[in-house]
């Protein structure tokens, strides 16, 4: 296997929104280079609007057959990125 390669997202969600449910929309894009999804922080508070909360994971992403490049890794991103914006309403928190 070649190297992993981690990158954290924060997402911005409903409270209704359950994390077992982004976590289940995520999965559901069978992205085969996504090993693991870690949940590391929920935040509710200010400065996020009422009613929401930042659920921040770490996404670790790594191929059988070669180093995966950083563009790669951001289309992958980015299809989580619509999955997530599509099924449940969330939006991807940039830096």
Sequence with gaps: MYP???RDI???VEESVSEKKVRETIRHLNIS???CITLFD???GI???KGK??????????SMDKTLRGEEIEELIEKIEQ???I???GILRKK
């Design 4 to 6: 992993t390669v981690k």
């Design 53 to 62: 909360k930042n659920l921040a994971y770490s996404l670790e992403f790594s």
């Design 33 to 35: 280079e996504l090993k």
């Design 10 to 12: 924060a997402i911005l």
């Design 87 to 89: 099924k449940i309403g």
């Design 83 to 85: 999955e997530i914006k």
């Design 47 to 49: 400065p996020l609007p």
């Design 42 to 44: 929920i935040y509710k």
